[in-house]
């Protein structure tokens, strides 16, 4: 898939495209427990709010 904001090719397995109201899923298998961040990727969403954390056990 291009992402034409990018202007890069995303066709990875840890990569989810989502339109804006939207919703997708991704599956992750973590190795270890912890705190992991997440955020979007594109310009200006980060600084937007468009963050997260998974707390592993």
Known sequence: ???EALGTEHDEPHI???AP???EEIVWRFNRAGQFDY???IAGHF???MV???TVR
Request: glycine fraction near 22%; aromatic fraction near 0%.
């Open 47 to 49: 600084e937007a709010g």
């Open 1 to 3: 898939m291009r992402d």
């Open 21 to 23: 109201g939207g919703m």
């Open 16 to 18: 989810a495209h989502v």
């Open 39 to 41: 955020a979007c990727l």
């Open 52 to 54: 997260g954390a998974v």
